[in-house]
């Protein structure tokens, strides 16, 4: 029992603060994390893009023309410091097979 008025500690003696401070460490961590993903948003949906825009080109060629390749390379937005500049291709085939 403890006297009235004094509180009980708990956890190891010299600890306090040990919890803030593993928080504290762990937010670059998640910060990395959430902008890898982000990043991958942006990839994937510039993939998706690329080949939207090459189907679309591809279907404009008229059927009774020759088989004809349409390339696309789309610009992804970067979000990552360093990445430099990245560009998803896409390729589509329009016209007579």
């Not at 591809?58 to 410091?81: D, H, K, Q, Y």
């Amino acid at each position: 029992m403890t006297p009235a008025g004094t509180r009980r500690r708990r956890g190891r003696p010299g600890a306090r603060g040990q919890a803030a401070v593993e928080v504290l460490a762990a937010v670059p961590a998640v910060l990395l994390a959430a902008l890898l993903a982000w990043q991958l948003v942006a990839v994937v949906g510039a993939g998706l893009r690329a080949q939207d825009i090459a189907r679309e080109r591809a279907m404009s060629v008229p059927a009774s023309a020759p088989a004809v390749t349409v390339t696309v390379r789309e610009r992804v937005t970067v979000v990552l410091p360093g990445l430099g500049r990245i560009e998803v291709p896409a390729v589509a085939v329009g016209g007579r097979p």
